[in-house]
């Protein structure tokens, strides 16, 4: 069900990022901004427990076949087999490794600050 599919939540573009790391990557550190202060000079930061429910929920093996089957219809199935033994391997971990800091919600700050942070706590899932 794309409702509860995590990977169904993002851009079909970016799981193909990862072909595009260092084979050698074992740690990622990224972050989320409000790029723009052209029509709101600030912003009010919410919207990070629902996602954070997404990735309690973690991804299935019927989540990545959901996945692949969609985005191979929108882009195609190039990327497809590096693609799938990837979100397979994070489906049979069994859970996201992320660590994630973040301002308090509702905050309210200048547009164009850092608003959260992500990181990998596993090795092979930079």
Excluded: C
Excluded at 81 to 104: D, F, M, N, S
Aim: aromatic content about 10%; charged content about 25%.
């Amino acid at each position: 069900m794309i409702g509860k599919n995590l990977l169904l939540k993002t851009d079909f573009y970016k799981p193909g990022h990862m072909h595009f790391y260092p084979d050698k990557l074992t740690k990622l550190y990224s972050y989320l901004i409000a790029r723009s202060d052209q029509k709101h000079p600030d912003v009010v930061w919410y919207g990070l427990q629902p996602f954070l429910h997404l990735l309690e929920r973690g991804v299935s093996q019927e989540d990545v076949e959901e996945f692949l089957e969609i985005q191979g219809k929108a882009i195609g199935p190039s990327l497809a087999k590096e693609t799938r033994a990837k979100l397979e391997a994070l489906a049979k971990l069994g859970y996201i490794p992320l660590h994630i800091k973040a301002l308090p919600e509702g905050t309210v700050l200048p547009a164009k600050n850092v608003l959260m942070t992500a990181t990998n706590t596993h090795p092979d899932f930079a």
